[in-house]
């Protein structure tokens, strides 16, 4: 009903009105499933961007964690704190298994929507009032990734026409995770 809407393909949780229900479930009540191609497609992507940071970061390993989810962002008024995706903060603080956060942009900014622009806030003020350092709007098929702690204090600027859909990937060094 809000401005937000999140299917995180793992699990199946898909925003839905005020709460959330599984994607997965429902298919399954009616004998259908996600297309296999289309399962395919999100798993090699999640490889090439995990292959991408291993390689940027110097790393050994790195295992996808939970939630990874397409958003859908619009100019709806929020009705619930879920709704509400335009505040500053901390990956690794929402989702304590993030280490290394991937965005993938799904569509273009000042074609397809406006607003929806993503900043980098200065971390020395912590969250909620730092000075915005850098700003991108997105492209359809640009990559951000970045460590998911407090050295990348980030916002996504509220949308005001259109819908902006990304890709959000997580990652761990943590196999538990």
């Known amino acids: 009903e809000g401005g937000a809407t999140i299917l995180d393909l793992p699990s199946g949780a898909l925003s839905y009105g005020k709460q959330f ?19 395919r497609t999100f798993k090699d992507v999640t490889a090439r961007v995990r292959d991408l940071i291993m390689y940027r970061y110097g790393l050994g390993s790195l295992h ?11 100019d709806k008024p929020a009705k619930t704190q879920h709704d509400e ?4 903060h901390i990956d690794a603080r929402q989702y304590p298994g993030f280490e290394y956060t991937a965005l993938i942009y799904l569509n273009d900014h000042g074609t397809e929507y ?7 806030v200065d971390p020395s003020k912590g969250e909620g009032g730092g000075k915005v350092l850098t700003t991108l709007r997105p492209e359809a098929g640009m990559l951000v ?9 980030h916002k996504v600027h509220k949308v005001t026409s259109g819908r902006r859909f990304a890709l959000t990937v997580a990652f761990t060094c943590d196999q538990s995770k």
């Not at 406006?114 to 980098?120: A, K, L, W, Y």
């Not at 998911?148 to 204090?153: F, I, L, R």
């Open 145 to 153: 990734a970045f460590t998911s702690g407090p050295e990348n204090v």
């Open 114 to 120: 406006d607003g929806g622009e993503f900043s980098f």
């Open 21 to 39: 229900i599984d994607v997965h479930q429902i298919l399954a009540s009616k004998k259908l499933s996600l297309p296999e191609g289309h399962v």
């Open 85 to 88: 995706y335009w505040h500053e």
């Open 64 to 74: 996808p964690t939970t939630p990874r989810f397409f958003s859908r962002m619009d």
